[in-house]
């Protein structure tokens, strides 16, 4: 079998079992590229001469290859390159398209876990305090942008759904009543996701108040969408990536990512060094496994701080916290 014409079945099979629209195009761009590499590197076209070699030459390909941008891949890319062409070559072997296994002696490169602080109730009030829009537009489309701006940071912060989960709300996705909203996950799946009172209120400002503004006063209909942009159009994930461009620049906010992503990771750290438990924080996040919310679940150093004081072999309730002073080195 031809290998571009096996992708193209991969692809299918992948369409039929429900992946989303995004992963669909993640899986082709991914096998394309190797599919032409493939062909130009070695002179494979057909899947029958696809070797282990292949797979690993695929991946120093990509380490030594930049991007167009002139950047070298980072590790993490690279690794979720090889993920899809594993699944890939899996599927290949369960048709027994290969005459034998190729993936069994494959290993993914492996990736340096790097540490990525997360906001501060300090970062997440600079933020909200950052959402006024700007004075070139109207008056009301200011107050509008604003509340709506506020709605967004507060329920990604509150709730930790996904920026594509946001941008997809739509209005007969909010219960107001038992303050749930339903959410299109990955995997094609729906899910009840609570906001708490605090976390709500914002929302119900926008939705209550000043999302008609931005709709033009129109009559509002269940599957329309809850976020709009100053045009009256449904906010984009490139709308929502701006925003929060700019609510960097205008917080000062250095050191840490600022995007919607952080309030995910920011709510998932909180809520368990809170004591909520990991298969209630698992479920809010819309995970399949409790290794993923592990993953976000890095607690801040403060908070080790504390608990690494109280447990100590060291420990001494009448130590002066500040003794120390500030640091090692001067400017």
Not at 172 to 182: A, C, F, M, P, Q
């Amino acid at each position: 079998m031809n290998v571009q014409q096996a992708i193209k079945e991969f692809l299918e099979l992948r369409e039929l079992d429900n992946c989303s629209a995004k992963t669909l195009r993640t899986y082709e761009q991914r096998l394309r590229y190797f599919s032409t590499w493939l062909l130009t590197a070695h002179g494979v076209e057909n899947v029958e001469d696809l070797q282990l070699e292949h797979l690993r030459g695929w991946m120093a390909y990509l380490k030594r290859t930049p991007t167009y941008r002139g950047k070298p891949l980072s590790d993490e890319s690279i690794r979720s390159y090889g993920q899809s062409l594993v699944a890939f070559c899996h599927w290949l072997e369960r048709e027994e398209k290969l005459e034998k296994p190729i993936t069994s002696r494959f290993k993914l490169p492996r990736v340096e876990k790097k540490f990525v602080p997360t906001y501060t109730q300090d970062d997440v009030d600079k933020l909200l305090r950052a959402c006024e829009a700007s004075e070139y537009n109207e008056p009301d489309i200011r107050r509008a942008l604003t509340a709506r701006n506020r709605a967004i940071v507060t329920l990604f912060v509150d709730s930790g759904i996904r920026l594509s989960e946001l941008v997809g709300l739509r209005l007969g996705d909010v219960d107001k009543n038992s303050r749930v909203i339903l959410v299109h996950r990955k995997g094609n799946k729906w899910q009840q996701v609570p906001v708490s009172r605090e976390g709500f209120k914002p929302l119900h400002h926008y939705l209550a108040t000043h999302r008609q503004v931005l709709s033009g006063g129109g009559p509002a209909r269940k599957d329309d969408m809850v976020f709009l942009a100053d045009n009256g159009l449904p906010l984009t994930m490139w709308g929502v990536a701006a925003l929060f461009k700019k609510l960097k620049k205008l917080t000062g906010i250095n050191g840490k990512r600022v995007s919607a992503h952080q309030c995910r990771r920011y709510m998932a750290t909180t809520q368990l060094a809170n004591g909520r438990s990991p298969l209630d924080v698992r479920r809010q996040l819309g995970h399949s496994s409790l290794k993923m919310t592990d993953h976000y679940a890095s607690l801040s150093v403060e908070q080790l701080q504390k608990s690494h004081e109280k447990y100590s072999p060291w420990r001494n309730s009448n130590s002066d916290d500040g003794a120390f002073g500030s640091g090692y080195w001067s400017e």
